[in-house]
């Protein structure tokens, strides 16, 4: 089944401590990106990759890391949570920009404390 | 760069009745434009699409429609149904990139 997976689906954590969303696509996708929801704010991008070894910054990019070694994963890097990180996180991806939009995965509840 | 703006932020009809959601765009070069629906604790999903070189796009009861000169595109939603409650999300194409509408929160009333 053509998907995008997160992990964890939910997460608590300690401000300061660094943790790792992973995100993998089994649609051979091109463009890769993730962003951050929060409520009244719809949905702000943070990094975005466009192939291996290619990413920039999105709208949002500030206390974030990502990489793209392989074209199918892009992990969402936080080298020091705060509580204003506290969000819902999505991955997508999307096969080109002629293609048809992205694809999400389920999502990724934060909570820094 | 590209912005993207939706209007109304919240709306309510009745079962039945018909729904118009409208966005509009600054950057003329966008060519593609992808509506999304949001069920609540779900994740955004790809509902219809449209591309530049097209004007009306119809899948069911959905449809798009665009106006490149004035730079706005609609998603019309008739016949609305409880199942149809849910934030709809439009976006444009920015360089190989997408811009996303800040949301409309649709409500259908039975």
């Known amino acids: 089944e053509a998907q995008v997976t997160q992990n964890p689906r939910y997460l608590i954590t300690v401000t300061g401590k660094k943790l790792t969303v992973t995100c993998s696509q089994n649609?051979?996708?091109?463009?890769m990106s993730w962003y951050r929801q929060d409520p009244g704010l719809g949905l702000r991008q943070i990094y975005y990759?466009?192939?291996?070894?290619?990413?920039d910054k999105g709208d949002v990019p500030e206390g974030y890391k990502v990489s793209r070694k392989e074209k199918r994963n892009f992990p969402l890097i936080l080298e020091s949570p705060s509580p204003n990180q506290t969000s819902l996180y999505f991955c997508a991806s999307s096969l080109s920009r002629q293609g048809r939009g992205y694809t999400f995965g389920s999502g990724t509840r934060l909570t820094v404390v | 760069g590209e912005n993207v703006e939706q209007h109304p932020s919240t709306l309510s009809v009745q079962e039945g009745d018909s729904a118009v959601i409208k966005c509009t765009y600054s950057d003329s070069a966008s060519n593609y434009f992808p509506w999304y629906k949001q069920e609540l604790g779900k994740r955004p999903q790809l509902i219809i699409d449209?591309?530049?070189?097209?004007g009306e796009k119809k899948d069911q009861r959905i449809a798009v429609t665009l106006n490149k000169t004035a730079k706005h595109f609609s998603l019309h939603i008739t016949e609305t149904q409880p199942e149809d409650s849910a934030v709809y999300f439009c976006?444009?194409?920015?360089?190989?990139?997408?811009?996303f509408g800040p949301g409309t929160r649709l409500s259908v009333l039975p």
């Open positions: 449209i591309r530049s070189n097209v």
């Open positions: 990759s466009m192939n291996v070894e290619v990413t």
């Open positions: 649609m051979n996708h091109e463009y």
């Open positions: 976006a444009a194409s920015y360089g190989q990139n997408f811009v």
